[in-house]
């Protein structure tokens, strides 16, 4: 990681815990299905890992930032066995997620993927800790698992996600200081002659 790109990767993790803190805060108000199966806008987060270059350090930055916004989330309502758990699910999950995307952030096959993905590694290992944790049953880990594939990966993952990826992508990624997914080459020949020219 170079030392230049720190301030940016800080903005961005910052930026997506915030939003993915106040976006959970406000699902709150969606009751939650026992056991443990509830709404989480993952949206927020996936947006932000098809945005970023598809690289290590800033997808890390964003599942890290997604995974601060879950812990100030539950800072409100104390926390639970599976919290820690759930942490891991998060920065692996959304690691994923940046990966599958690829270069075209606007596929929605891949989007879809993505989400699902990113759904499914997360509800998988947040289950587990009821297993490793608990006294619930491995039905009861399995049930989790899937409600939370469906009400994170798909409702609030995959029809979120296509529906706003073509109003953020090429409009946001320069507040970062980042090219498009999938323009880098064509974005560093503009600003290239658009440096020559100004000199």
Known sequence: MKSANTPKLVVIAVLCSVIFFIALTLFEAIPEIPVDIDFKPFFIPLAFTALVPRKFWPLLA???????????????????????????????????SGYIVGSNPLNKIRLAIAAIVAGFVHAVIEASSFIIFSTETFNVAVWSAIG?????????????????????????????????????????????RTTVSAS
């Open 62 to 96: 964003v599942s890290l930032g997604a995974m601060l916004g879950e812990f100030l989330r539950d800072l409100l309502e104390g926390y639970e066995i599976d919290d820690p758990i759930g942490a891991i699910g998060y920065v692996v999950g959304f690691m994923m």
């Open 148 to 192: 939370n594939t469906i009400t994170d990966g798909l409702i609030m993952g995959v029809i979120p996600l296509i529906l706003i990826m073509p109003h953020l992508y090429g409009r946001v990624e320069r507040y970062f200081g980042f090219a498009p997914r999938g323009k880098e080459p064509n974005y560093k020949r503009r600003r290239d």
